[in-house]
C-alpha cells in the first residue's frame, strides 16, 4: 500500500484510476485519511490525459464509499422475491449455497444452465472479466457483451480495419475539433479539457453534434441538433460539398481508399437538401458545416457512443469516419477521427479471462436479451436449456437492461436461482436468494485501460473495505472451489495475475507500473495516423464496408446485415415515427449518475432531481400539456409515467429523458427501460437505446 502513497501539503495522497464506465478512466489521486477513510479524489495533474481534470461526482467519491447504505454481509433472502426480506449469513454458508444451486442446475440440464453475468460496473480487467474464467472452466453459458459498444466497434473499424486512431491528445492540436455523438461535459469530461484547450491556444473552433443542446453543445463554437439516427445523412451530405466544391484530397484517396470515384457517384444524390429532410437541420447548415471542413483540413473528428445507440449506429459511425479520408484529414497531426483505443493494449488476458480453458462449442448467450432469455424464449436461448442459475457481478439489470418488462418477469421466476454481489442493495439484489457484499475499487487492486486515451493504470488497495466485503476474484476463487472449477488463475492474487498480464502482454512489470503510475500506450505517430496505410488487407480505408466481417454476426438478426450499406449513406433501420408512436424517445445520460451507479447517493439524486420527459414547448402545446404535468409514455414494449419539462433545444417530435433513475423513482415503478428494445441490431447485435418510438399523453 505504501508504495502508492505520497504526502502533499500535508495529506496523503493515494494514487489510483477511476474504475466506471467513462472513456476517461481518469488517473486519480486519493486524500487517504487513514486505513479506511478517504477525503477528496482529484485528477492526476501530471497525466498528460485526465490533465488535474475530473467530473464532480467521482471527485465527490468519499460519500459513496462511505455510504451507510453500503453492503457489509453476505444475506440470505427470507421472504419472497423482491420483497426485501434478508437475513445476514455467513461467507460459507452463503458461497455453500450458490454452489449447492449452482450443481443442481447443472445436473438437470447440464453446464449451459447456468449464467454468469457482468458487466462494466467496474472496468478493472480483473474485477470485471474474471468472472469469465469461472465461465469458462465450468462451460456455463458465455456472454455476449453487447449492451454498450457492438453498434460502435463494427462501425469505426469498417472503415480502418483497427479499433485505434490518432492520439486523443492531439485534439489540442487541431483546427476544428468536432465532438459527435457524445456529451462529453456530462460523460468524459476530459474531452472538453482538449478541445477548449486547441480553442483557446490555436483559435480552433468547437463544433458539437448531437441530437439536443446538450451541456456540450452549449460549449461548442458551432451547435448542430440533428434528428435521432441521421448521421449517416449528415455525413454522406457533408462528403457530397466536399467532392462537389473541389476540397476532397484526390492524391490522398487515390492512394489511401478502396474507391473514390465509386463513393463520388454514389454521393451525386446525396445533396444538402436531401439530408435536410432527414435530418431536420437547414440546408445552409449542412453547406457552412461543409466548408468549415473543406477550409480545415486538420480537423479532428471525436466520435462518441451516442449515435450508434440507434439501429443504425454502426453504418452511422463508418460514414462519419468516412468524412475525414475524403478530407485527407488522416496524416496531419491533429487530424483524423478517433472512437477508442481498445486495440492498442494487446493483452494476454488468458489469466484473467481463462481463454486457455475456453470450449468454443458452449452456448453464448446476448446480455442484450437477458428478459427474452430468462422469459425462456427458444430463439434466444439457441433451443438450449433454460437459464436456471445466475450469479450476477457489476450490473443492475433491473434497471439498466432494455425491455424491462420481461426482465422483471424472469427475475420474478421461483425456479431461477440468482446470487447478486454488489456494493448497494439494487433493485437486482434485491431479486436474488443470495446476495453478497462486494468491495469497491479503493478497497482492492487492479488494472485499467483507458478506452478514450492510451494510458494502462493501476489502482491499489488504499484503504480497508467496510465489514465482511469481498472483491469479485475472492469471490471468483471461492465459488471456483466449491463447484469443481479448475484453473491456475483462481489460486492467484490480483496481483500476481496482474504481474503475470502485463509481462505477458509484453508491458513492463507491475512494481514498474506502480512506480510510474501509468504507462504511456500510444502507438507511434504513422501508426496512429494510418501513414503508411490502414489496417485492411491491403492498406486502404473501406468505403465499401464488408459487415459480415465480424466475428459475433451470430447475434444479429436475419437479414439485417444484407440489409446494411455497402457504401455510406441513410440506413433506414430506425423506429421511426407513425402515427400511432409520433414521437421519437432518446434515453440520453445524466451529469451526475452514470448508468445505475451513484443513484444512490444524495448529491447525485439532488442534483437531478427528479425523471423528467423533455419535450419541445410546442410539441407540449400541442398536446395541452403544462411543465411539471405527469405525462404518460408507451409503446409495445410498455407504459411510464413522468413528469414533462419543456425544452426548445430539441427537433420537434424527440423527446430526451436523460439518466437511468431507479425504477421506483417514476410515479408507478417503472423506469425508462420499459420503453426500450432489446431487439439486435446489426451487424452483431447491441441496443438501440436512443431508438424507441412511442406515444405520448397527458396522465
Ligand atoms: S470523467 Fe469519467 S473516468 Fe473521469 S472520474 Fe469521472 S467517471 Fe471517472
Not at 455467513?90 to 444452465?113: Q, T
Not at 449506429?313 to 477508442?340: D, E, Q, R, Y
Not at 425491455?403 to 440468482?418: M, Q, S
Request: net charge negative; glycine share 10%; proline share 6%.
Amino acid at each position: 500500500m505504501d508504495g502508492q502513497l505520497a504526502t502533499a501539503d500535508g495529506k496523503r495522497i493515494g494514487y489510483s484510476a477511476c474504475p466506471h464506465d467513462c472513456p476517461s478512466t481518469c488517473a486519480l489521486s486519493v486524500e487517504v485519511l487513514s486505513s479506511d477513510r478517504i477525503g477528496r479524489v482529484h485528477g492526476a495533474k501530471d497525466n498528460s490525459y485526465t490533465d488535474g481534470v475530473i467530473c464532480a461526482k467521482v471527485a465527490r467519491y468519499a460519500e459513496r464509499v462511505h455510504h451507510p447504505d453500503r453492503l457489509t454481509q453476505p444475506m440470505r433472502r427470507t421472504g419472497p422475491k423482491g420483497s426485501g426480506a434478508f437475513e445476514e449469513i455467513s461467507w460459507d454458508d452463503a458461497l455453500d449455497e450458490v454452489a449447492e444451486a449452482f450443481l443442481k442446475a447443472e445436473a438437470r440440464h447440464g453446464p449451459e444452465a447456468v449464467w454468469p453475468y457482468y458487466f462494466a460496473g467496474t472496468m478493472g480487467l480483473v474485477m470485471r472479466d474474471g468472472i469469465n474464467r469461472l465461465t469458462h472452466a465450468k462451460k456455463y453459458s458465455g456472454m455476449h457483451q453487447s449492451i454498450c459498444t457492438m453498434l460502435a466497434w463494427p462501425g469505426i473499424a469498417a472503415g480502418t480495419g483497427r479499433l485505434a486512431g490518432p492520439d486523443p491528445r492531439e485534439m489540442a492540436d487541431a483546427d476544428v475539433v468536432v465532438i459527435w455523438g457524445t456529451n462529453a461535459v456530462h460523460t468524459q469530461v476530459n474531452v472538453m479539457t482538449h478541445a477548449v484547450k486547441a480553442r483557446r491556444e490555436r483559435g480552433a473552433k468547437i463544433v458539437a453534434i448531437d441530437v439536443y443542446e446538450t451541456p456540450t453543445l452549449k460549449q461548442a463554437d458551432i451547435p448542430v441538433i440533428l434528428r435521432p439516427g441521421t448521421d449517416g445523412a449528415l455525413a454522406c451530405a457533408i462528403m457530397h460539398v466536399l467532392f462537389r466544391d473541389g476540397f476532397a484530397d484526390w492524391d490522398y484517396l487515390h492512394r489511401f481508399a478502396d474507391d473514390p470515384k465509386g463513393l463520388e457517384a454514389h454521393l451525386q444524390t446525396r445533396t444538402p437538401e436531401w439530408a435536410s429532410r432527414i435530418t431536420g437541420m437547414p440546408v445552409e447548415e449542412i453547406e457552412s458545416l461543409a466548408a468549415l471542413f473543406g477550409a480545415h483540413k486538420r480537423t479532428y473528428f471525436r466520435l462518441g457512443y451516442g449515435f450508434t445507440r440507434q439501429r443504425n449506429g454502426a453504418a452511422n459511425m463508418h460514414a462519419a469516419s468516412c468524412i475525414a479520408t475524403v478530407m485527407g484529414s488522416w496524416p496531419l497531426k491533429g487530424g483524423g477521427a478517433f472512437h477508442t483505443n481498445g486495440a492498442i493494449f494487446h493483452w494476454d488476458k488468458s489469466l484473467i479471462d481463462g481463454h486457455d480453458v475456453r470450449d468454443d462449442s458452449v452456448r453464448v448467450l446476448d446480455m442484450s436479451k437477458i428478459g427474452p432469455i430468462l422469459t425462456g424464449e427458444t430463439e434466444p436461448l439457441f433451443g438450449g436449456p433454460p437459464v436456471e442459475a445466475m450469479l450476477i457481478q457489476n450490473t443492475n439489470p433491473m434497471m439498466v437492461a432494455p425491455d424491462l418488462t420481461k426482465v422483471h418477469a424472469g427475475f420474478a421466476r421461483d425456479d431461477l436461482f440468482v446470487c447478486v454481489h454488489e456494493q448497494f442493495m439494487t433493485q437486482t439484489a434485491q431479486m436474488a436468494d443470495i446476495v453478497l457484499p462486494a468491495t469497491m475499487f479503493l478497497e482492492h487492486d487492479d488494472l485499467y485501460q483507458g478506452g478514450g486515451h492510451q494510458h494502462i493504470l493501476f489502482g491499489p488497495k488504499l484503504i480497508d473495505a467496510p465489514g465482511a466485503c469481498r472483491s469479485n476474484h475472492e469471490v471468483i476463487g471461492g465459488l471456483a472451489e466449491r463447484v469443481g472449477a479448475e484453473h491456475r488463475g483462481f489460486g492467484m492474487t490480483a496481483r500476481d495475475i496482474i504481474d503475470w498480464t502485463l509481462v505477458n502482454s509484453g508491458w513492463p512489470n507491475l512494481e514498474t507500473l506502480e512506480r510510474e503510475r501509468w504507462i504511456d500506450a500510444q502507438p507511434d505517430f504513422d501508426t496512429a495516423h494510418f501513414t503508411d496505410g490502414f489496417a485492411t488487407p491491403d492498406g486502404k480505408f473501406r468505403f465499401h464496408a464488408d459487415w459480415s466481417h465480424p466475428v459475433n454476426n451470430r447475434f444479429a438478426p436475419n437479414g439485417s446485415i444484407e440489409d446494411m450499406p455497402d457504401l455510406p449513406d441513410h440506413f433506414e433501420a430506425i423506429e421511426e415515427a407513425t402515427d400511432e408512436m409520433p414521437f421519437r424517445l432518446v434515453t440520453a445520460p445524466a451529469r451526475n449518475f452514470l448508468n445505475s451507479s451513484f443513484t444512490e447517493t444524495t448529491t447525485s439524486r439532488a442534483k437531478e432531481g427528479r425523471p423528467a420527459v423533455m419535450m419541445h414547448p410546442e410539441d407540449a402545446a400541442a398536446l395541452d400539456a403544462q411543465e411539471g404535468d405527469t405525462m404518460m409514455l408507451g409503446n409495445n414494449r410498455g407504459e411510464i409515467k413522468i413528469a414533462l419539462r419543456h425544452f426548445a433545444g430539441v427537433r420537434r417530435g424527440v423527446v430526451i429523458v436523460e439518466s437511468i433513475w431507479p425504477n421506483e423513482a417514476f410515479e408507478d415503478g417503472k423506469g425508462i427501460n420499459f420503453l426500450t428494445g432489446a431487439d439486435a441490431a446489426g451487424p452483431q447485435g447491441g441496443v438501440a437505446f436512443h431508438d424507441n418510438r412511442i406515444w405520448i399523453r397527458k396522465a
